[in-house]
């Protein structure tokens, strides 16, 4: 054999036997966990959104809760603060999932859509996974602000703090579908900020996260009935307030009895409404994903 | 190597596709057939608007036609659509890579989109990221890559789950010559080493030349479809260039005397004939006008794809990269 020939017999062979893509469950499951964790990835590579995100609720809970709070009557002992604590909580996953959500623009206008609608994956599973991802980032990002549960008034108690943290990541999903399904819509970033703002400051402040959603005029009571935010806040702090001895006078003012037609709608209930809409409108989202890509 | 089908890479028949807006019908891609055989490097050009994209996305099963068949490695576009996409490597026009990532992440979700166990990533990664010489650059974050870096990367994902086939859209815009002479050089030892099949889109004539085959696609049709020496030798002219002290004479004289029509074409006075060599001795004899200076070019794809399509290639696309070089003459 001469030299020449031994080194055109050192080639590879033509193509390695590499796994077939199976189309299983599994295999989707296992593509929702890739496109999730690159969610992570990229939080974790960006510090300043870590930062950014977090400044805003002190905003709300110091500034504007020490601000409100002299002139506003609880009914008894608390504070304002301590009242306005977990709507401030669900405000910061509002925002974050939310923009977490729409990243799905990005995603298109960079270009890296492309690489996953290419892949041998379901679209069901690209968008199951930047809900996950978006929501357990923004659930990430608001449990340093559990670390002020003391600051407030409220326990650090560990079934507190695990309600609270299912309630975020609960508020989170929902909002990250919502900004999910916007992107299937909106191709442009220049629409996709304005309009999700719009979506997000009314949703925010029709949730009974910054007042009671008692006595109000009727129209308000409407809104923020059909609200799924509303759902998420109200649990956050019945959760919250459950553990202080309030009046009679407090309760009524603080954590007043939600109702829907006259019936007074349990806890359990209002969080199982999330978790529906949640998941009605992640679908929604893999539908419209599916037919408009 | 029991899932590695040989044969034809690419087999294409009737292949067609119509975009419908209102009243307007636009006939993309109207019944195409394409043969391409295992471990060619396969050339496919044309102007914009020919179909060329709407075509590479049918085979890529981005897109469903609405007619005929295309089986790429041995499987069907539409009934297949996994066992195709797990099967071929797509570098497209414009980048789609994650810039906030590192090189290594964007290779490693590549990877675990595809299904690659941990162990076969880790060695793919390595081996493709050693073959565009990033081996170095794997922990920087992408935002960070030139043009050409981030290029040499998109081909290095394309190719981290082995596939048979490697499509790229344009793989060289808007790079600069070293760039574009390295990215060729990888393909040719890709295709040697793995014997791959490389289908390729060009705007760059000169890159055509580095293709076994090219086809040529104009109004939806594939209009001619050859080797690109076959492909020159079939337009059968050369082309004459003169400099000359009076070059309105020397025009007017070449059409009495040589009965060919002469042009200014960049300054020169432009002819084609059938064997440049025989002609240019009439030249210096019959036109009696001083001549500084004669150029004989056999024609080059440049000049096939003008035969063909009616255009030059420089025409017919605006370019999106800085200055385009001269087609490849000989």
């Known amino acids: ?293 | 190597m029991s899932n590695t089908v040989r044969g034809p890479a690419i087999e294409v028949a009737g292949l067609t596709k119509t975009y419908t807006s209102g009243d307007t019908v636009v006939r993309a891609v109207r019944g195409i057939d394409l043969h391409v055989e295992a471990g060619q490097i396969y050339g496919f050009l044309g102007p914009n608007g020919a179909g060329k994209s709407t075509t590479i996305e049918m085979l890529c099963t981005i897109r469903n036609p609405d007619g005929g068949t295309a089986r790429v490695a041995g499987f069907d576009v539409v009934r297949q659509r996994d066992r195709v996409r797990r099967r071929i490597g797509l570098v497209f026009q414009q980048q789609t890579l994650d810039l906030q990532l590192t090189a290594e992440q964007n290779l490693r979700f590549h990877a675990d989109l595809y299904g690659l166990s941990r162990a076969d990533a880790e060695r793919r990664i390595d081996e493709v990221l050693t073959m565009v010489d990033l081996a170095d650059r794997r922990s920087d974050v992408v935002l960070k890559f030139s043009g050409g870096m981030k290029r040499r990367l998109e081909i290095a994902r394309g190719l981290v789950h082995s596939p048979q086939v490697l499509f790229l859209d344009e793989p060289t815009i808007g790079l600069d010559p070293q760039t574009r002479a390295a990215i060729w050089d990888y393909l040719h030892d890709l295709r040697r080493r793995t014997g791959i099949t490389v289908f390729v889109t060009t705007h760059y004539m000169d890159e055509a030349e580095h293709c076994d085959r090219i086809a040529i696609m104009d109004h939806g049709e594939v209009v001619v479809e050859d080797t690109p020496e076959a492909l020159k030798s079939s337009i059968g002219t050369d082309r004459i260039a003169l400099r000359t002290d009076d070059d309105e004479l020397a025009i007017t004289r070449v059409g009495e005397r040589l009965g060919v029509e002469a042009g200014m074409h960049e300054g020169q006075v432009t002819l084609a004939v059938a064997d440049g060599a025989q002609v240019v001795p009439r030249l210096f004899t019959e036109l009696g006008v001083h001549i500084r200076s004669v150029t004989v070019t056999r024609p080059s794809l440049d000049d096939v794809f003008m035969t063909y399509t009616g255009r030059t290639i420089r025409d017919s696309e605006a370019p999106q990269g800085s200055g385009f070089p001269f087609a490849g003459r000989r």
């Open chain 1, 1 to 293: 054999m001469t030299s020449r020939d031994t080194a055109t017999s050192a080639v590879e062979p033509p193509f390695e036997a590499l796994p077939e893509v199976r189309d299983d469950m599994t295999h989707q499951l296992r593509a929702t966990w890739v496109v999730t964790r690159r969610e992570l990835l990229r939080f974790k590579q960006d510090k300043a959104r870590m930062v950014t995100m977090l400044l805003q609720p002190l905003l709300f809970i110091f500034v504007m809760g020490t601000g409100l709070g002299s002139i506003v009557d609880t009914g008894g002992n608390t504070s304002f603060e301590t009242f306005l604590f977990p709507g401030v909580l669900a405000t910061s996953v509002l925002f974050t999932a939310a923009f977490a959500g729409i990243s799905l623009v990005w995603d298109r206008e960079f270009g890296f859509l492309r690489e996953m609608m290419v892949a041998p994956i379901s679209r069901a599973s690209i968008i199951w996974g930047k809900c996950l991802g978006g929501a357990i980032v923004a659930t990430g990002q608001s449990l340093v602000l559990l670390a002020l549960l003391g600051t407030v008034g409220l326990p650090y108690s560990p079934l507190l703090l695990l309600q609270l943290i299912g309630c975020l990541f609960l508020g989170a999903l929902l909002l990250t579908a919502l900004g999910v399904l916007l992107s299937t819509r909106i191709k442009t970033i220049q629409a996709a900020m304005p309009i999700s703002q719009l979506l997000i400051m009314p949703m925010m402040f029709l949730s009974g996260s910054l007042f009671p959603v008692s006595g109000l005029p009727d129209w308000l009571a409407v809104l923020t009935r059909v609200n799924p935010l509303t759902y998420v806040v109200q649990p956050m702090r019945h959760f919250s307030l459950e553990h202080l001895s309030l009046t009679a006078a407090e309760q009524e003012r603080l954590v007043p009895v939600l109702t829907w037609f006259g019936w007074e709608v349990p806890v359990g209930v209002q969080l199982l409404t999330v978790a529906v809409i949640t998941l009605g409108l992640v679908s929604l989202a893999a539908k419209v994903f599916k037919t408009t890509e």
